[in-house]
């Protein structure tokens, strides 16, 4: 069984339109997160939720919008894509945010290409 | 403003020899470093993780070191075999930001058979 799962794989689109790409966790933990790994492959961090509760937000367009339905879900939507949000979106979980130092899990990514 | 870097992109080695992976750090606050690894079409897995307060970390073929002094890590895979063949992350973290952590941008290893 996968652990954090991602939908859809491979996602082609035109700028412009508004997509969404979902994540689900089925190990239990609280926290999720959502990564982006843009063309220079620098992996960095966009969201964090903990108990459905948004606790980081780094400094992203307010076009992508994160949704927390439940804690073993996180999904990312994104209006009016551009060119530059191309790039691989990782989802990830770990256990509760308290512990500082928790390993994530990462699901296998979402590949995003705007024409 | 990258604050964890791996300045080389690709290593190759022969198989049954050490590949040593580095990672370097502008942060002197972190305080909690791990390496991902992450074969095509996948998604990073973690590998192995080391606290501040220590300078070596071994797990079976991986061992990972620390000079804080430096604020440069590395990591040792001995003997490397082909399964190795992934992009190696490495990642770093404060107790003050808890489970955010901060990536390089990888390391392409390549273990020749």
């Known amino acids: 069984d996968t652990a954090v799962s991602q939908t859809p794989k491979y996602l082609v689109t035109q700028m412009g339109n508004d997509k969404s790409i979902k994540c689900e966790q089925n190990?239990?933990?609280?926290?999720m997160y959502w990564y982006k790994q843009d063309s220079k492959k620098f992996l960095k961090i966009m969201f964090s939720?903990?108990?459905?509760?948004?606790?980081i937000n780094e400094t992203v367009p307010n076009r992508f919008s994160p949704k927390s339905p439940d804690k073993a879900h996180l999904n990312l939507h994104i209006n009016s894509l551009e060119l530059g949000d191309s790039a691989v979106y990782f989802c990830?979980?770990?256990?509760?945010?308290?512990?500082?130092?928790?390993?994530?899990?990462f699901g296998p990514g979402t590949r995003l290409t705007v024409l | 403003d990258q604050q964890v870097k791996q300045n080389s992109p690709s290593l190759s080695v022969q198989e049954g020899r050490i590949s040593i992976l580095n990672c370097d750090y502008t942060n002197s606050m972190f305080d909690y470093f791990l390496w991902y690894k992450k074969y095509p079409a996948e998604g990073p897995t973690f590998l192995i993780s080391?606290?501040?307060?220590?300078d070596k970390n071994e797990d079976g073929r991986f061992t990972v070191f620390l000079n804080k002094s430096a604020k440069h890590l590395s990591l040792h895979i001995v003997p490397s075999q082909p399964g190795d063949s992934a992009v190696y992350f490495c990642a770093a973290s404060t107790i003050n930001t808890g489970n955010q952590f901060y990536f390089g941008t990888g390391t392409s290893l390549t273990v020749i058979p």
């Open positions: 190990l239990g933990h609280d926290t």
């Open positions: 080391i606290s501040s307060i220590k």
């Open positions: 939720y903990n108990n459905k509760e948004l606790i």
């Open positions: 990830a979980s770990s256990e509760i945010a308290g512990g500082p130092y928790n390993e994530q899990f």
